[in-house]
C-alpha cells in the first residue's frame, strides 16, 4: 500500500531523476550535494542532528574502529596469509570496500572519518537484498535516501524515496538487517552469526511478530520534525543507536574526544523483559535447584550474534543459615568463565566452535563447525501451541540430580553476561594482537530480569517461594520464585539437556 501511494508522490518530484538534480514543487532545478559530500555522516548531522547523535553511540558507527574488530581482523590476514581478504570489512566497513579504499581492512584505522564503520548513507542507499548472508546487499546509484516515509518533503541536500527496506513494518526491512547479521564461514559454511537465520525461523517473522528495526530502533514517544529545516512535518522517528548488548571499547571516531560510551546505557535500553524465568528448590530431603529461563522479549536466541565470543552463564548459590552450601557458575568480574574449575554444573550459554579435527577453537576463519546451546527463540505466539514452551528451558543444579546434604534457606540467581568473552581477548592478547589494558574496559553484566524493576537478581527463600510450586523431576514438589506471569507449570514439558563446550 503504502509504496503505490510513494511511486504517485515521488513521480511528483522527479524521483526518477538522475543524482545531482532536484526538480521540485515547480522551481528550477536545484544541485543536490555530492555523493562525496553525502558519504560523510556529519553532513547528515546539519540537519538529522539526533540521528547522528545516537548512531555515534552505536556499535554501527563503532564497526571498524572497535580496538578487538582490528585485533581479530589482523590476525585473521595474518593466519590465513591473507587468504580472509575482504570477508571481514564487507560488513565492518562497507562503503570502504566499496569505494575501494581498503581490500583487507588492514589499513582501516587511517582512513578517513566518512569510510568508518556502517554509516548513515550505506543503509540508506540499500536498494537491493541478494541474498541472506555475508552482507548480500545492493546499493543504489541515484543518490536517493531511502526511508519510511512515502511523503518526503523536499530538501535541498538529498532526494528522498519510500522503501519497504528501510520499513519497520515491512519484512524485507529484516532482510536488509539480516544480510549483514548472518555469518557464514565461505570455505567451510561453518554458521557463525546466525541472528537473521534464527528470526525467520521464529514466531517472529511471521504475523503479529516484529521487525529487527521494531525492536532495535525505538519510536520516538511523540511527533516530531525528523530533519531541522522550516516546514518540516512532525513525524514518529526512530532511535538510531541500535541497543544491544554489545559495548564500543575506544571512543568512537565520532567524536574522539568524549570519553567511551556509558557502557550500560545502551545495553541497558533493551535489556527490559527480555528474560524470564524461574529459580525453583525441589523439596526435601535434601533439595536441589531449578533455573528455568526463556528469553521471552528476545525476537531471536539469547545471545545471539557473535554467540561464539559471547558468553552467557547462570550463576547459582544456595545458602543455608548464613553460609554457602552449594554454588555454580561464581565468577570474578572481569574474569574468564571458561577458567572455572571444577564446576560440573556450570550453565554456560555460547556458540562452540571447533576445527575440522574437532578441537575447540576461538577465531571463527579456524572453524569447521559450530554447535549452540542458547536459549532458543520463541516458536509460535499461540498458547495453546504446545510449542509454546519448547522455549522454558530448565536447568538442573547439580546438574547429574544429586540433593545437597541439607535443604537451603535462600538461594540466589543471576543471569551473568560478557559481550565478549574474557577468554577471546586472552587469546587474542597472547597472540599480541591485542592490548591488555582492553581487558578492564570489557563490562561483566547482570542481565536484567523481566518484570517492573527490572531485577539483577532472583531470590528464593521459602517465605517468597510459598505461593509458587510444581511437581519437579525428581518426584517431589518444587516451590518457586517466578518473573511476572511466568507460567510454572508449564515447565513439565521443557527440554533439560544443555551442555557447556567441552573440548
Ligand atoms: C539540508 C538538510 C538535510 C541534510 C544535510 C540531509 N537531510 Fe535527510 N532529509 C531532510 C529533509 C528535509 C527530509 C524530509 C523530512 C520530512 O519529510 O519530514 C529528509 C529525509 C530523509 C530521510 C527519509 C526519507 C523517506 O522518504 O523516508 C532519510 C532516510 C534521510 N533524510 C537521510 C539522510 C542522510 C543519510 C543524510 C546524510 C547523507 C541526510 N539525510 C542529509 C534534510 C536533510
Ligand atoms: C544500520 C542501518 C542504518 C544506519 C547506519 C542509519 N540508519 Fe537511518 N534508518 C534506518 C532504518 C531501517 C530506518 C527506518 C525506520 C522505520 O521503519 O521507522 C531509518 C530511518 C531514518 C530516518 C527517517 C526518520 C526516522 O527517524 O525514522 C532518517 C532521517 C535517518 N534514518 C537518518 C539517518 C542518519 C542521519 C544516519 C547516520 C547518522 C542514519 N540514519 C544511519 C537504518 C539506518
Ligand atoms: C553493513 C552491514 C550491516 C547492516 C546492513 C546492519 N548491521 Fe547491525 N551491525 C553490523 C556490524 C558489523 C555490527 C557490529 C559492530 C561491532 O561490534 O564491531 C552491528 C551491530 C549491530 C547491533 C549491536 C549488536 C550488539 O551486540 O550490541 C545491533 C542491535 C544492530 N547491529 C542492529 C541492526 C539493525 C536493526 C539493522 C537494520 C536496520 C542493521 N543492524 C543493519 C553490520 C550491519
Ligand atoms: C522482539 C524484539 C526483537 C526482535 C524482533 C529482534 N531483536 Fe535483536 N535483540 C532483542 C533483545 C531484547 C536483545 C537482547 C538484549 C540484552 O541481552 O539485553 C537482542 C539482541 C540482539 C543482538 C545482540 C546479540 C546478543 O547476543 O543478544 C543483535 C546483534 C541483534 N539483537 C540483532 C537483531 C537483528 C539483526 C534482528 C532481525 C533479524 C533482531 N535483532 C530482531 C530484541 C529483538
Ligand atoms: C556478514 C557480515 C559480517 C562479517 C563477514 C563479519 N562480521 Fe563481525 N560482526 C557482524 C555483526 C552483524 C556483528 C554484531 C553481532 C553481535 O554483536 O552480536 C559483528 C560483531 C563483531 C565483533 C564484536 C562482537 C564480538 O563479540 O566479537 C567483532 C570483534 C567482529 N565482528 C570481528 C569480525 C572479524 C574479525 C571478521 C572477519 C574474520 C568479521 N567480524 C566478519 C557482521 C559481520
Known sequence: MRRAACVAVLALWGCGQVAGTQAGSGSAPKQYLTRDALLDPRICESCHANHFTDWSMSMHAAASSDPVFLAMNARGQRETHGALGSFCVQCHAPMALRDGMTTDGLNVGSLPFQYQGVTCFFCHSVSAVTGSNNAALQLSTDGMMRGEFNDPIANVAHASTYSPLHDAHESASASMCGSCHDVVVPETDAGIERTFYEWAHSAFSGSGGATCVSCHMTPSAVPMPIASVPGAPARISREHDFPAVDVPLAPSSADADAAVTPTS????????????????????????????????????????????????????????????????GVVADGAAVTAVQGDPDLWLLRDCMSDAQGHLVNMFWQAATTEGNELPALATFSATDPRFYQTHIVQRFPRNGAKFAQMPDRVTLRVRLQPIGIDVLQDLIASQDLDAGILDAMPTYDVPLAGPTRPAQMEWTVQAAAALSYPADDGTIATCVATPDFNISSMLTLATNHTTCSP
Open 265 to 328: 546505557q545502551v545495553q541497558q535500553e533493551l535489556g527490559n523483559g527480555a528474560i524470564q524465568g524461574a529459580l525453583c528448590v525441589t523439596g526435601p530431603p535434601g533439595g536441589s535447584v531449578r533455573v528455568i529461563l526463556d528469553a521471552v522479549g528476545v525476537g531471536h536466541k539469547w545471545p545471539s550474534g557473535a554467540a561464539q565470543d559471547r558468553r552467557a552463564w547462570a550463576e547459582v548459590i544456595a545458602y543455608s543459615a548464613g553460609a554457602v552450601i552449594y554454588q555454580s
